[in-house]
């Protein structure tokens, strides 16, 4: 099965290559190959490129594994969750309000606003 489908792409392609370099002017043609070359010579260096950034993965992943074993708590500790209000030590009160605070006046949106100087 395998050695027929290899046996048909291998016919594909040269009957492809036969009916561009028929249809191709002599111009078009010299593209085509120069393209085809230089692919096939950046080959070689794309498969070393890969191969060593493969053999630095690896040396990286295993000097992280020996690094993580040896800075490894003996038990792991429980989470510790801190939970703020998000009022900082600047907005906190600082002992001198003032004795008499005013009511607030508070506005409801939708309602029609009292008039002037009328409380609720």
């Known amino acids: 099965m395998k050695r027929g489908i290899v046996v048909a792409a291998a016919a594909f392609g040269a009957g492809l290559a036969l009916l561009v370099g028929l249809r191709l002017e002599q111009a078009g043609l010299a593209v085509l190959v120069g393209v085809v070359c230089g692919v096939l010579a ?8 890969w191969w060593t950034l493969a053999r630095e993965r690896e040396a990286r992943l295993r000097l992280e594994e020996r690094r993580w074993e040896s800075e490894r708590p003996a038990a792991a500790a429980p989470p510790v969750f801190i939970l703020n209000s998000g009022r900082g030590p600047e907005m906190l009160p600082t002992g001198n309000a003032p004795a008499y605070s005013a009511p607030r006046d508070f506005v409801i949106v939708g309602e029609e606003e009292p008039a002037a100087g009328a409380r609720r």
């Open 42 to 49: 950046g080959l070689p260096m794309t498969l070393v490129l």
